[in-house]
């Protein structure tokens, strides 16, 4: 990841969600972070069990750099994770979820065919978005909304996970916003991650297609702002563009 600003900053403090973390269908067995400038540095855990790493760095500099390297092993399990309880939080409309007419009218209109049982339910609606919706770069932000991108009938893959959230929710479905690297991508990906019988599954709304070892998940949250790379505060005016660049290597 390469971030540039346009004039030189300072006390810069940052949060990174960049590095995997091992679930029952992946097993990182390395993963290294480089940051340039920093100066402090420490790891957490965030409140929905994402690695992050938090620093800060105070001379002067206008690019910030981190390079993220390892190995991981995925596929071994076609769940992301077993869990006794169900987070109330991701039955609920979050910041980027909440429907509104437009949402609320495309529900409307698919769920009376929606199949029973929770996975056969996300497993239509998944394929009713990947039908009904145009994948088009560009065509809409970070900051779109799951209702934004139902009224437009065209987005990125944060739109899409977008949208099948916010239908799962309107079900009471558990469903939290996922992000990751796919092989052959060259950037960033989110997925869903669906919650059936204590077990987290991954539907990809963009390909139409369940989360398998092309896979390698980062965190997870309500949406993609609880889920954000990179996140920091300094000192001084600049316009910021970053830049991300994957590349995975099967081995």
């Not at 596929?75 to 979820?97: H, N, Q, W």
């Not at 987005?155 to 916010?166: E, F, K, R």
């Not at 965190?219 to 994957?246: C, M, W």
Request: proline share 4%; hydrophobic share 35%; aromatic share 12%.
């Amino acid at each position: 990841m390469e971030q540039r600003f346009s004039n030189f900053i300072k006390d810069h403090y940052f949060s990174l969600k960049c590095m995997p973390h091992d679930t029952a269908r992946q097993k990182i067995e390395f993963a290294g972070v480089d940051a340039e400038p920093v100066e402090m540095r420490s790891s957490d855990i965030d409140s929905f069990g994402n690695s992050v790493i938090i620093g800060h760095t105070i001379k002067p500099h206008d690019t910030f750099n981190v390079r993220l390297t390892g190995t991981a092993l995925t596929g071994l399990e076609v769940f992301e994770e077993k869990s006794e309880d169900t987070p109330m939080i991701f039955t609920y409309p979050s910041r980027a979820t909440r429907p509104g007419i437009h949402l609320s009218h495309y529900h409307n209109m698919i769920a009376n065919n929606a199949p029973d049982g929770i996975y056969q339910r996300a497993l239509y609606y998944m394929r009713c978005i990947y039908r009904d919706f145009s994948y088009c770069p560009g065509a809409t932000s970070i900051s779109t909304t799951a209702e934004n991108a139902v009224q437009l009938g065209k987005g990125v893959c944060q739109d899409y996970a977008h949208i099948m959230l916010a239908l799962c929710r309107l079900d009471h479905i558990p469903a939290r916003y996922a992000v990751g690297i796919m092989t052959g991508e060259g950037f960033s990906h989110a997925w869903v991650e669906v919650k059936c019988r204590q077990y987290w599954y991954g539907f990809d709304p963009t390909n139409n297609c369940l989360v398998d070892d092309n896979y390698i998940k980062i965190s997870h949250g309500r949406d993609y702002f609880d889920t954000l790379v990179n996140k920091g505060i300094y000192h001084n005016p600049a316009v910021e563009v970053q830049r991300i660049r994957v590349e995975v290597i099967r081995l």
